[in-house]
Nanobody, 127 residues
Framework: QVQLVESGGGLVQAGGSLRLSCAASGRTFSMYAMAWFRQAPGKEQEFVAV????????DYANSVKGRFTISRDNAKNTVYLQMNSLKLEDTAVYFC????????????????????WGQGTQVTVSS
């Protein structure tokens, strides 16, 4: 089992920045991929970013590419999402997710690719 706790959400003006954190505990040695998803009111859950493997391969949704950066601190078992140039449409609950093992057929953009989820942290961008 892996437990995930997100933090760092809040209210920020458009154009501002926030950094989300996701601290993992439990079977952290078996984490292959760590990702961020988000869900806005009335919308489906949306892939944001993923960091996977020992090489730290990253992938981003087109909507956040160039503005968001995913990173991790292995010593702290923590993954971060640095969000810059925030837009109103970035408002959502942001969830951290972990997959334990690599699977070749996965795109890592589908929520079903992941084994564990955090409780979410609210990010609200105001004008």
């Amino acid at each position: 089992q892996v437990q995930l706790v997100e933090s760092g959400g809040g209210l920020v003006q458009a154009g501002g920045s926030l950094r989300l954190s996701c601290a993992a505990s439990g079977r952290t040695f078996s984490m292959y991929a760590m990702a961020w998803f988000r869900q806005a009111p009335g919308k489906e859950q949306e892939f944001v970013a993923v960091l996977r493997g020992s090489a730290g391969v990253t992938d981003y949704a087109n909507s956040v590419k160039g503005r968001f950066t995913i990173s991790r601190d292995n010593a702290k078992n923590t993954v971060y999402l640095q969000m810059n140039s925030l837009k109103l449409e970035d408002t959502a609950v942001y969830f951290c997710a972990v997959a334990e093992y690599m699977t070749y057929s996965y795109t890592w953009r589908d929520p079903s690719d992941y084994d564990y989820w955090g409780q979410g942290t609210q990010v609200t961008v105001s004008s």
